[in-house]
């Protein structure tokens, strides 16, 4: 690193000079007393004026010496003897200040604008051109950056964010001026005369005092050099590796969002502040690099064997979605028809294994999909998705070279499931979204990271729909692992609305969850559906036209949306509409019921809203309102009316329907397009109940799943009676539909979550596995082999799912012909060294294995997790060794994920990829034999897991956020608040306390079965992150 080497003899420079002079002070005035020959005391006085003269003298000297020294150590890169300048405060360096520091600290004390936690709008970046030197022998980069500013309003400081860098030099000229960084100190000439410069930890900023003001309206250069690490940790710029021929490989990636950049560069590291970008790498030959843009020039320098990679400008964009990478990976490539190039880059054997080639091929479609569903071209010339072994998120978006985790990229087709597929195909369908929203329009602020993260959330589905229609994700799949998966989480009293404030920086992961995406996304195809289709579409257009290169805050998106409706004569202010939606936190339940009133006739029916709430203790203060859109339809045993839109704005209203008698039934919320549960009479849901038994079709699919879930979740919040849900799934073993049946089984494992340890347990049991029997038996397991190439590509992929869904829950509850053949699919791999089970019900089998068998199979697994090259494959197997009820090997595990030599054990510390441990963990956590070891693990190896993980360890689970989140609020933590945050239950968690339900645990082998089975439920509950976290499955109540 440039700057630890140039420090030390700088040092000793300096001492030299100084000694010098301090020498020459003390001999001098010896040699004078020496020659007193007359009248010693008029002499000594003299003589001791003289010494003080001398003194003085020298010591000024020395001083004004030093002051040089400081000055031309600034201007050539020296370090000043100061190499902590990071936290140094105030400590200012005295920048080319001789003696003119005096005077102007009133006003700068007073305004000091960087204590603000926002920068403060008086500068803005137009380009910023960025020159790295990447060390990837010391993992150390130096950089100079040359920003462009445009003064808004008059002002002495510039402010603008740097994090962990060690700043060398800066300069600042005026627009026309030399614009060197030489020239800072001299006057004239354009240079602005420098201040002082400082770092301002507190809010990672870092501070240029002028001694004179920037003007508005003129354009101002600043210029900083810097040195900094390539940290371990996952954010900034970053290094990871990979064994490649037993040799282990380094690479350098960045991972920016949401305010790292600050991390690699000094930057304005806002959404909002937009600049175009010129990034030149220089690197050891032998890498190459990538980012946004493609590469404008090369030139190889034959001295040294580096090469400088030059990459073309970029369009107006963020910091955040900035990247770049140096690597020695390889490619694939193709090209759309409109000419933009698609790579994928990866470990060079994942590429001649064709791993990439599935990704490559889906991204080549999407992209030409969004182009024409928007009717915006994409922006770049290329498009690079880069496979990185490490990363904090499943993947990032950054514009022209979207990174992702290798288990969200990379596929086998051979071996992979359907769920590794679906859920690796909706990551990238996600990411290409963003190139539209996200990066060529983008929030103002991070309150409203929904507009992004909801509508890429969305476009998985819709996306996915148009790779493979026969999925049909939008109208199901959606449901249960967006609509009811977030329904579960807004209706606690704990949730928050989807806009939020956010000020400070550490505020700002906090916003990337759940309820940013799924509730985004929901409120999206809510409003998607009640503008229809062609008219959503228009809006859309008119929002990225209007606002591409630039930002966009919910209003502009609203105004838009509006525009579209008005021309066609649909006078609705989506606006006001969304406020509610996106303002307040939760949801409505809406209730109707036939009119009983003597006054009115039958075909009335009244309608009522009140916010759900799981906390009946909360309810009271209940003053939240929305505008609702439900759909109405009536039915009978053998039809169903068309739909009707009643809009519902106030607590209750008696709308007009069509004709009812006794034995017509209502239906709200036809296909569950809206963003609320709907309840009705008694003996309305008696209706609906016999429907389902007599003639489901009548009932859509989506209605039929959304009835399972509203009924068990009215319930849990005493809405209704605990026996209704129960009756209606009841009618199940004639349900033929997968979504219907997950629907239940997700409503299932969170009955069987509460009642575990209690009495009534095995009468629950019990009555799932009578449910469950008849189309178990009749679906049997799936007979295709592992060489067979039936994935869902070309297989029904319905079928599959409901198979898998059925052996899942067969053997999560305890069937003995369930267990009896996953036992025997592991007994036949053992024996035969041959894999015949199918991918799809593989992580099942392993887990029912690993938890029935004895401590070989754990042996046998752990064996094989480490001689597989398939990364989904090496992900089940760890996942399965997690379901031992063995609580030694779980201790094992987890010991040999974070620190091998704790077992003395002659590992290498690559038995589990760093990727994997805070997995191990969360799977261990949901293991009810593995609960407190995995909660005593984490306190004890708090310390390992920061220093390896660090920042990027509060964003990448769900355990992690919500124990913290605890941390912070709880001194007192044991199992049970483990359990409790874990869970995101809290308030089940309270009552059950309170309820005292305990006793004595009617474990079964298959009890840790289940927690397998709970993590794998919904595919693509991949926690956040464009910004999804990389632990998919890992729904944070579970
Ligand atoms: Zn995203």
């Known amino acids: 690193m440039g700057l630890n080497d140039s420090s030390p003899g700088a040092m000793r420079n300096g001492r030299g000079l100084s000694d010098q002079w301090a020498e020459s002070v003390v001999v001098r005035p010896r040699t004078t007393e020496r020659h007193i020959t007359v009248h010693k005391r008029l002499v000594l006085g003299f003589a001791l004026s003289i010494l003080t003269l001398i003194v003085v003298t020298a010591v000024a000297v020395v001083l004004s010496v030093r002051f040089e020294e400081c000055g031309e150590q600034s201007r050539d890169g020296g370090a000043a003897g100061e190499p902590g300048s990071r936290g140094s405060g105030g400590s200012a360096r005295l920048n080319g200040s001789r003696g003119e520091r005096t005077g102007e600290r009133g006003d700068e004390e007073a305004a000091q604008p960087w204590r603000n936690s926002r920068l403060p709008g008086t500068l803005r970046p137009r380009h910023y051109d960025l020159r790295l030197a990447v060390h990837m022998d010391n993992f150390t980069f130096s950089g100079e950056v040359s920003i462009e500013l445009e003064c808004i309003n008059a002002t002495r400081f510039i402010v603008l964010h740097a994090d962990r860098l060690e700043v060398d030099r800066v300069s600042v000229s005026s627009e026309g001026g030399g614009g060197g960084g030489r020239s800072s100190n001299r006057p004239g000439g354009g240079v602005m005369r420098v201040h002082r410069h400082f770092p301002f930890p507190a809010n990672q900023m870092y501070v240029v005092v002028l001694h004179r003001e920037l003007k508005p309206m003129r354009t101002y250069r600043l210029n900083v050099s810097f040195d900094a690490a390539i940290e371990d940790e996952l954010l900034g710029f970053f290094r990871s590796s990979y064994m490649m021929n037993r040799e282990r490989r380094y690479l350098a990636v960045t991972q920016f969002s949401p305010i790292h950049a600050r991390k690699a560069f000094p930057c304005f590291d806002e959404p909002v502040y937009k600049a175009t970008f010129s990034l030149a790498l220089r690197h050891d030959a032998q890498y190459t690099s990538l980012s946004n843009m493609p590469v404008e020039s090369s030139s190889l320098e034959d001295e040294d064997g580096w090469l400088t990679n030059r990459f073309a400008r970029t369009p107006r964009m963020s910091t955040y979605y900035l990247a770049w990478a140096v690597c020695n990976f390889t490619y694939r490539e193709t090209q759309t028809d409109g000419g933009v190039t698609i790579r994928l880059y990866a470990r060079p054997d994942a590429i001649s294994s064709g791993a990439g080639d599935y990704a490559l091929h889906i991204t080549k479609r999407l992209l030409g999909f969004y182009q024409d569903y928007f009717k915006v071209q994409y922006s770049l010339p290329k498009l690079d998705l880069l496979a990185v072994p490490k990363h904090p998120y499943a993947a990032m978006e950054n514009w022209g070279l979207s990174v992702f985790v290798e288990q969200k990229i990379l596929l086998d087709a051979e071996v992979s499931s359907s769920s590794y597929q679906m859920e690796l195909t909706m990551v990238v369908v996600h990411e290409i979204c963003h190139q539209w929203f996200g990066d060529l329009v983008t929030p103002v602020w991070w309150e409203d990271v929904w507009l992004k993260e909801g509508f890429a959330h969305f476009f998985e589905y819709v996306g996915t729909d148009f790779l493979f229609p026969k999925w049909n994700m939008e109208k199901q799949r959606f449901l249960t692992d967006v609509l009811h998966e977030v329904m579960l989480l807004d209706g606690l009293s704990s949730s928050h609305p989807i806009s939020q404030e956010v000020e400070q920086a550490t505020d700002i992961n906090r916003v990337f969850d759940w309820i940013a995406y799924k509730k985004g996304a929901a409120l999206i195809r809510m409003l998607a559906n009640v503008m229809g289709q062609p008219l959503f579409q228009k809006g859309l257009n008119d929002y990225l036209l209007s606002h591409m290169y630039s930002n966009a805050a919910r209003d502009d998106l609203w105004s838009k949306l509006s525009q579209a409706m008005r021309s066609e004569g649909r006078d609705i202010n989506i606006g006001e509409m969304m406020d509610r939606w996106t303002l307040q936190m939760g949801y409505p339940v809406v209730t109707i019921s036939k009119n009983q009133s003597e006054q009115l ?133 004639e349900e033929t539909s997968f979504l219907p049946w997950h629907a239940a089984s997700r409503a299932l494992y969170q009955l069987d979550k509460l009642l575990d340890r209690t009495e009534e347990y095995s009468l629950f049991s019990d009555y799932v596995l009578k449910q ?95 001689s597989t090259g398939a990364i989904s494959e090496k992900k089940i197997l760890l996942e399965a060794l997690t379901c031992s009820d063995n609580t030694f090997l779980l201790n094992r595990l987890l010991s040999l994920s974070v620190s091998p030599r704790l077992l003395n054990l002659s590992l290498s510390s690559d038995l589990v990829p760093e990727q994997d441990v805070i997995d191990v963990i969360i799977h261990v956590g949901r293991n009810p034999q593995g609960r407190s070891l995995a909660w005593r693990y984490f306190r004890e190896k708090w310390d390992v897991l920061n220093a390896r993980y660090g920042e990027a360890l509060f964003m990448n689970s769900k355990l992690i956020s919500g124990v913290t989140e605890f941390l912070n609020t709880e001194r007192e933590l044991n199992e049970k608040v483990f359990a409790a945050v874990t869970l995101k239950f809290n308030e089940e968690t309270q009552r059950r306390r309170r309820s005292g339900r305990r006793g004595h645990a009617p474990r079964t082998a298959c009890s840790t079965v289940r927690h397998i089975a709970v993590a794998t439920q919904p595919a693509s509950v991949t926690p956040s992150i464009h910004q999804r976290k990389n632990s998919s499955r890992s729904n944070g109540w579970m």
């Not at 839109?645 to 009812?660: C, F, S």
């Not at 609320?676 to 079709?697: A, E, G, M």
């Open 772 to 866: 469950v029997a008849s189309r178990y038996h009749q679906m049997g397991w799936p007979t295709n082999g592992p060489g067979n190439e039936g994935n869902i590509l070309q297989a029904s992929y319905q079928t599959e799912e409901l198979q898998r869904e059925l052996i899942m829950l067969a053997c999560s509850f305890g069937n003995k012909q369930c267990h009896r053949q996953a036992v025997a699919y592991i007994s036949d791999w053992i024996s035969s060294n041959k894999n015949r089970i199918p991918p799809n019900i593989r992580d099942i089998v392993y887990c029912t294995g690993v938890s029935l068998m004895d401590e070989d199979v754990w042996e046998f697994i752990w064996m094989k997790f480490h």
């Open 601 to 733: 006739p039958t075909h009335y029916i009244t309608v009522s809203q009140e916010h759900f709430l799981y906390a009946q203790e909360v309810r009271g203060n209940n003053s939240l309102q929305w505008q609702v859109p439900l759909t109405v339809a009536v039915g009978n045993e053998s039809a169903l009316s068309a739909e009707r839109l009643i809009w519902i704005n106030n607590k209750t209203e008696t709308h007009r329907v069509g004709q009812m008698d006794d034995s017509t039934w209502l239906l709200g919320n036809i296909n569950q397009t809206g963003y609320f549960r709907v309840n009705y009479d008694l003996q309305n849901w008696k209706l609906l109940i016999q429907q389902l038994h007599t003639s489901p079709q009548i009932i859509s699919v989506g209605n039929r799943a959304g009835l399972i879930d509203d009924a068990f979740n009215l319930a849990r919040a005493g809405y209704l009676p605990q026996g209704i849900p129960l009756q209606l799934i009841g009618y199940l073993p």
